[in-house]
Nanobody, 126 residues
Framework: VQLQACGGGLVQAGDSLRLSCAASGRPFSSYTMGWFRQTPGKEREFVAAIRWSGGGNTYYADSVKGRFTISRDNAANTVYLQMNSLTPEDTAVYYC???????????????????WGQGTLVTVSS
C-alpha cells in the first residue's frame, strides 16, 4: 500500500489542523493505520492509531489524548488526524503508516509498521 500524507503547515499555538493520509494499492480496510511524528535528533514517536475492524478502536499517546482525534474513511481510503489545541511541542514531521501485523501490545511501536508516507511538516509557533 502506498501512502500520501498532507495537511501540514504553520499555525499558532491553540490552533487546529487536520492531516490526511490517502492510501492506494492493497485494500485499505485491512490495515491498522497509525500516525507518528519526529523531530530532528529524536526517534519517531507514536501519536495515534486506529484499527481496521472491531469498531475501529483507537489508541493515543498520552501527550495528545484529548486534543487529537484519529479517524478513517475506508470508502475513501483515507485516514485523518484532527489536531486541536496545538502547542509548540507538537511541532514535528508527521508520518502516516500502515500495518497488517500489529497487535495491541505493538500498536505504538514504529518497527511494526511496514508502510510509510513521506511525512508532512507541522510547525506550531508560540
Amino acid at each position: 500500500v502506498q501512502l500520501q500524507a498532507c495537511g501540514g503547515g504553520l499555525v499558532q499555538a491553540g490552533d487546529s489542523l487536520r492531516l490526511s493520509c490517502a492510501a492506494s494499492g492493497r485494500p485499505f480496510s485491512s490495515y491498522t493505520m497509525g500516525w507518528f511524528r519526529q523531530t530532528p535528533g529524536k526517534e519517531r514517536e507514536f501519536v495515534a492509531a486506529i484499527r481496521w475492524s472491531g469498531g475501529g478502536n483507537t489508541y493515543y499517546a498520552d501527550s495528545v489524548k484529548g486534543r487529537f482525534t484519529i479517524s478513517r474513511d475506508n470508502a475513501a481510503n483515507t485516514v485523518y488526524l484532527q489536531m486541536n489545541s496545538l502547542t509548540p511541542e507538537d511541532t514535528a514531521v508527521y508520518y502516516c503508516s500502515a500495518s497488517r501485523r500489529v497487535i495491541t501490545s505493538t500498536i505504538r511501536i514504529s518497527q511494526y509498521y511496514d508502510h510509510w508516507g513521506q511525512g508532512t511538516l507541522v510547525t506550531v509557533s508560540s
